[in-house]
């Protein structure tokens, strides 16, 4: 997986409680992105990041912050998860235009 | 981002056989369309991308073809096999920006 590691891999958790999913690569590579999958829905862009303490917003942010302090990390928030933030959760990292997917974080919200 | 339709959502092919999975976009100024293949409980992985400058690539059984005019590009796999089995998405990037927007994917399968 192009020297990314995501962690959690599997997190169960209830409705209202604070998660932060991890992104961590080992490639240098200046961008990373936020994904969430969901049937019928393909890949959305939750959040994205194109250098050190810079981010912005993706299609489906509401609900979600980022934060990267370190260029090899990429952490996603969420302040108080909801039922419909139920999703596999995917981080890849990019440098010239392809990206590369970590192996994906499955959260489930009860 | 623009959107861009897949076509077919689901696609049953015999080993052997070519699968043709097509992709039409509305950003004329995309010009970096990527396909990746997922395999079950795994990431998305990049296995063929094209460029807007070019109108073909191959790469031994997968092979990328672009229609700038028409926008829309897609993805061959001939003589497929078994291992082929998994779901494609396509997905392109605009001028702006570093961002990919995907299609809705393709379930591919292999019957042996």
């Known amino acids: 997986d192009a020297g990314i590691t995501q962690s959690p891999r599997h997190k169960v958790t209830e409705t209202g409680t604070p998660v932060t999913l991890r992104c961590h690569q080992t490639e240098n590579h200046r961008y990373m992105y936020w994904y969430r999958q969901d049937p019928g829905h393909g890949l959305r862009l939750i959040h994205y990041?194109?250098?050190?303490?810079?981010?912005d917003k993706g299609e489906v942010s509401d609900g979600y912050s980022v934060s990267r302090s370190k260029t090899e990390d990429f952490l996603l928030t969420l302040e108080s998860a909801t039922s419909s933030q139920t999703s596999v959760y995917f981080c890849?990292?990019?440098?010239?235009?392809?990206?590369?997917f970590g192996p994906g974080t499955r959260l489930t919200v009860l | 981002g623009e959107n861009v339709e897949q076509h077919p959502s689901t696609l049953s092919v015999q080993e052997g056989d070519s699968a043709v999975i097509k992709c039409t976009y509305s950003d004329s100024a995309s010009n970096y369309f990527p396909w990746y293949k997922q395999e079950l409980g795994k990431g998305p992985q990049l296995i063929i991308d094209?460029?807007?400058?070019?109108g073909e690539k191959k790469d031994q059984r997968i092979a990328v073809t672009l229609n700038k005019t028409a926008k829309h590009f897609s993805l061959h796999i001939t003589e497929t096999q078994p291992e082929d089995s998994a779901v494609y998405f396509c997905a392109h990037k605009g001028n702006a920006g570093n961002m990919l927007t995907f299609g809705g994917g393709t379930r591919l399968m292999v019957k042996p």
């Open positions: 890849a990292i990019s440098e010239l235009g392809e990206q590369f």
């Open positions: 094209i460029r807007s400058n070019v």
């Open positions: 990041s194109y250098g050190v303490k810079d981010t």
